[in-house]
C-alpha cells in the first residue's frame, strides 16, 4: 500500500522507501545516510610540470586556513580532485584543476611534444643536440638529412602515472635558415643548390 495514486515512493502516507531500504540493509541507505556532510567546490591552478610529475600546493580559505594538497601524476586540465573529509563541516571538497600551459611542451594523452631549433648544417649532415625533458636535458641524436617538421621520439620520456607505462617525447626539428649570406656561404650554398639540382635531374 502507499505506492498507487500517483504518490510515487515517498510521501505517500508518510511512507519513504529510502527509510525503508535503510531498515531492510542495515542503515547504509537510510535518509541520515544520504544526508552526510556537505560537500564544497574549489578551484586549484597549478603548472603544467606539476600536473605533469605530480607535487604539492597549497589551498587557502577565505577564512585564513590552508591546505596541502597532493597533485598526482598526469592529471588533466580541468579534471576534478576529491579530498575526502576536508571541507568545513568534514563534508568532501571537489577540487577543480586549472592547468598553465607551458611554453616548451605540448600533451597529447601521455605523449609529450617539443619544438626544437636546429641549423641547416646540423639536418644536413646530423649532429647531436640538446633537448629538454621534464627530468632535464637529454642529448638526441639528429640523424644526417633529417628535414625540416621531422619528429624523433624518444620513448618512455613523456608523462609517466602510476601503474601504466611512460608516455614518449616526441621532437620536432625546425631548420632555422640564416638571415644573412657572405659571399663565402653564398658560394657554398650555390654549389649545394647545383649539386643537389644535378642530382635529382639525374635520378628522374
Do not use: C, W
Not at 26 to 35: D, L, N, P, V, Y
Not at 43 to 50: E, K, N, S, V
Not at 112 to 128: D, E, F, H, K, N
Not at 141 to 159: A, D, F, V
Amino acid at each position: 500500500g502507499g505506492f498507487s495514486g500517483g504518490q510515487g515512493f515517498s510521501g505517500a502516507q508518510g511512507f519513504d522507501v529510502d527509510d525503508l531500504l535503510g531498515s531492510l540493509f542495515g542503515g547504509g541507505r537510510g535518509r541520515s545516510a544520504r544526508q552526510g556532510p556537505p560537500s564544497m567546490r574549489a578551484d586549484l591552478a597549478i603548472d603544467f610540470r606539476t600536473a605533469a610529475t605530480g607535487g604539492e600546493r597549497d589551498l587557502s580559505f577565505g577564512d585564513g586556513r590552508s591546505l596541502k594538497v597532493r597533485i598526482p601524476a598526469g592529471v588533466n586540465d580541468g579534471g576534478t580532485l576529491r579530498l575526502r573529509g576536508k571541507a568545513p563541516g568534514g563534508g568532501d571538497i571537489l577540487l577543480s584543476l586549472h592547468v598553465q600551459p607551458d611554453p616548451a611542451f605540448e600533451r597529447d594523452g601521455d605523449d609529450l611534444y617539443v619544438t626544437v631549433p636546429v641549423t641547416v648544417g646540423q639536418a644536413l649532415l646530423g649532429s647531436r643536440v640538446d633537448v629538454p625533458t621534464l627530468s632535464g636535458s637529454v642529448k638526441l641524436t639528429i640523424p644526417e638529412g633529417s628535414q625540416n617538421g621531422q619528429k624523433l621520439r624518444l620513448r618512455g620520456k613523456g608523462i609517466q602515472r602510476s601503474n601504466r607505462p611512460a608516455g614518449d617525447l616526441y621532437v620536432k626539428l625546425e631548420v632555422k635558415l640564416p638571415e644573412f649570406l657572405d659571399e663565402e656561404t653564398r658560394r657554398a650554398v650555390e654549389t649545394l643548390e647545383k649539386a643537389y639540382a644535378g642530382r635529382t635531374h639525374a635520378a628522374a
